[in-house]
């Protein structure tokens, strides 16, 4: 029998999820598929239940709106998926239990690894949104010793999420503030490291624009946008306009899918591919 695993969502026809999985299974040759299936909130609990009983099931990953749904339905979590309130893998573990993690906050980080890496004398982000891919973005940036000044519609909302993720002294702001220009002059920003981040669904097709103005950024910041629908999203091209670096929102996709693919198939995800892999991604 073959073993797979699948993602599971509502709605799930877009996920790109399975072309991600299955590239990495041709390029190992292994026996084994990976399956998109949809799966509504009434019917959830009916869907773990019943894969609990297949042998060749490894676990799915979890796309909204199910992410937290799906916490009381698992045998253990991990702790950082306690911590963001947020799963987004489930995977059979060798007793047997099903194991809730969260692998967001991994993918998320994993294209800045680099620039972690090296020792800075500060670290800002301002994370724009405040809703489920915020708290994996906040709580990852917030163990990298990152100040944070997290805006959003309801800055109520994102000072609650920083209290609850984020240790230390951090900012709440009105996402309005952001779309006017600012003549703030900023300190030198040599040594720092800063990051203005999209973690909202602003900008992705069918929904407005994400309203922010780059007088905002400090000189040097890295602008991040986790929307891959359009990969190419207004915020990027006005960063780079601006003079600043990016990174897209596939990043984080492909990161988040290789952490995940280790715990279904037992194999490190064939990362030499991924010019590949985007170029699939992308037709």
């Known amino acids: 029998m073959t073993i797979y695993a699948e993602v599971i969502g509502d709605p799930i026809a877009q996920s790109k999820s ?5 590239f990495w299974i041709e390029q190992l040759g292994l026996d084994a598929d990976y399956r998109a299936h949809h799966v509504t909130s009434d ?30 339905l698992v045998d253990r ?17 060798p007793d047997g239990k099903l194991v809730g993690r969260n692998t967001d906050v991994a993918g998320f980080l994993e294209p800045l690894r680099e620039r972690l890496a090296k020792q800075h004398y500060f670290r800002m982000a301002r994370v724009l949104g405040t809703g489920g891919a915020a708290r994996a973005i906040v709580a990852g940036l917030a163990r990298e010793g990152f100040t944070i000044v997290l805006a959003g519609r309801n800055p ?33 920003r040599e040594g720092c490291c800063d990051l203005v981040v999209n973690a909202s669904p602003l900008g992705m097709r069918g929904q407005p624009p994400l ?14 946008d986790i929307v891959t629908d359009p990969v190419e999203t207004q915020f990027l091209a006005n960063a780079r306009a601006a003079g600043f670096e990016t990174i897209d929102g ?25 010019a590949e892999l985007r170029e699939r991604l992308l037709a």
Request: charged content about 25%.
């Open 250 to 274: 596939l990043a984080m996709l492909i990161g988040q899918a290789a952490a995940a693919f280790t715990h279904f198939f037992g194999e490190d995800a064939p990362r030499e591919g991924d």
């Open 43 to 72: 019917n959830l609990a009916d869907y773990i239940a019943s894969r609990r009983e297949d042998p060749d099931w490894r676990g799915c990953n979890v796309t909204m709106p199910h992410k937290q749904a799906v916490i009381p």
């Open 156 to 188: 109520e909302k994102a000072g609650a999420l920083l209290s609850e993720l984020a240790e230390g002294e951090h900012h709440a702001a009105d996402l309005a503030h952001f779309a006017e220009t600012t003549d703030f002059d900023f300190d030198d």
């Open 211 to 224: 309203p922010f103005d780059w007088s905002h950024a400090p000189p040097g910041s890295l602008a991040y």
């Open 18 to 22: 399975p072309l991600i999985h299955g």
């Open 77 to 93: 979590l991990e702790p950082l998926a306690k911590r963001v309130g947020a799963v987004n893998t489930i995977h059979r573990a």
